[in-house]
């Protein structure tokens, strides 16, 4: 059972914006950097957002992330249909001394 | 290039073992903490565990805690798992990942273990 929890599911048009949560505790997103990855169908992750809200080389900026308290959230901007994919976010827990990964998110492209 | 290549997953009966390896090249691997990091059928990702650089700090999910093993060699340019106790729970993709400050930044593509009779 995750300690991140995060819906099901999101979804919206081409061209829109779809936002993700996840909540988690001051153990782990409280007092810890959140990570976001993405996996496409029949596909290993990869990561989206690091260090909260900073991109790796290679990733647009629609994707973006943020943090507030003990909550996290992922903005996908500019939907595309190459975006439907599950994503996951992931911190660490510092009373657990564990990664933990949220419940994951599929988004779809209406 | 960032590579990550996994081996060694299969089929096994409930109890048994397996040692998945991941072969890394293009980055300086001892200088890097690695992960693995797994996925059943179906489900989410999983984190199983975590090596430092230099084997110093090592962490485990609960769920694998006292019957898996993680380890690596600097010299070779690899990360094992040690799979002992094998349960059908255990049956999932197994990733494994470059830790860098503290995401998973790379990941291979994956090797299937099935625990079944």
């Known amino acids: 059972q995750s300690v991140l929890t995060q819906p099901p599911s999101v979804s919206a048009a081409p061209g829109q914006k779809v936002t993700i949560s996840c909540s988690g505790s001051s153990s782990n997103i409280g007092n810890n950097y959140v990570s976001w990855y993405q996996q496409l169908p029949g596909t290993a992750p990869k990561l989206l957002i690091y260090d909260n809200n900073k991109r790796p080389s290679g990733i647009p900026d629609r994707f973006s992330g943020s943090k507030s308290g003990t909550s996290a959230t992922l903005g996908i901007t500019g939907l595309q249909t190459g975006d439907e994919a599950d994503y996951y976010c992931?911190?660490?827990?510092?009373?657990?001394?564990?990664?933990?990964f949220g419940t994951g998110t599929k988004v779809t492209v209406l | 290039e960032v590579q990550l290549v996994e081996s060694g997953g299969g089929l096994v009966k409930p109890g048994g073992s397996l040692r998945l390896s991941c072969a890394a090249s293009?980055?300086?691997?001892?200088?890097?903490?690695m992960n693995w990091v797994r996925q059943a059928p179906g489900k989410g990702l999983e984190w199983v565990s975590s090596i430092s650089s230099s084997s110093s700090y090592i962490y485990y999910a609960d769920s694998v805690k006292g019957r898996f093993t993680i380890s690596r060699d600097n010299a070779k340019n690899s990360l094992y798992l040690q799979m002992n106790s094998l349960r059908a729970e255990d049956t999932a993709v197994y990733y494994c990942?470059?830790?860098?400050?503290?995401?998973?930044?790379?990941w291979g593509q994956g090797t299937l273990v099935t625990v079944s009779s």
């Open positions: 990942a470059r830790d860098h400050g503290g995401s998973s930044s790379d």
């Open positions: 992931g911190t660490w827990d510092s009373s657990l001394s564990v990664y933990v």
């Open positions: 293009g980055f300086t691997f001892s200088s890097y903490s």
